[in-house]
């Protein structure tokens, strides 16, 4: 295993440890803290793995296909996390998380014809911004302007989400044709 697929798997080794100290009960205040740095770590990690893996040529169907994978449990723990934690609407988590069912049923049915998706830059800007926004309400910061951008995020993010759908469906609906 290559360090581009091994920076992915350590990426989802480290998604029960961000999800318990999201949820564990207030440790004097510090688990929000620990939480995010887990998930930063974790973020930089999507970033890391794809500059290594192309610069020096490590791009494998495995990082192709764990990479989107790795990002979606990362991401939508989080925010299914943060509906617990009352500060982000289901619906929002519901419309974000069946894009993500969409996009892989799309490449379940593609890889059973050969093909590879691999992801878009639509669906890169709609991970930084999901990542972002999901950084800025587990901080949690009690003052006009963090709450205000927590809500920015969450918008761009969620129409980045719808866009990145539809981009995805436009560019690959030669997927879903019978093959004979």
Do not use: H
């Not at 982000?88 to 892989?104: G, N, Y």
């Not at 309400?137 to 003052?143: A, D, E, K, S």
């Amino acid at each position: 295993m290559n360090l581009p697929n091994k920076l992915t798997t350590f990426r989802v080794i480290l998604i029960p440890f961000f999800v318990f100290f999201m949820l564990a009960p207030n440790m004097t205040g510090i688990n929000n803290y620990i939480a995010v740095a887990i998930f930063i770590v974790a973020s930089l990690t999507d970033l890391l793995d794809g500059k290594i893996a192309r610069k020096y040529n490590l791009v494998t169907n495995f990082g192709k296909f764990m990479d989107p994978l790795a990002d979606k449990l990362l991401v939508c723990s989080a925010m299914i996390c943060l509906i617990q934690t009352g500060q982000l609407a289901a619906w929002i988590v519901v419309i974000i998380i069946a894009r993500e069912f969409i996009i892989s049923g799309f490449r379940l049915i593609a890889s059973d014809n050969g093909v590879v998706i691999a992801a878009s830059y639509w669906g890169k800007f709609k991970t930084t911004f999901q990542m972002l926004m999901v950084i800025v309400l587990i901080l949690n910061i009690q003052m006009s302007f963090f709450q205000i951008l927590g809500m920015i995020l969450t918008y761009v993010a969620l129409i980045l989400t719808v866009v990145s759908l539809i981009d995805y469906i436009v560019k690959n609906k030669d997927v879903l044709k019978e093959q004979n």
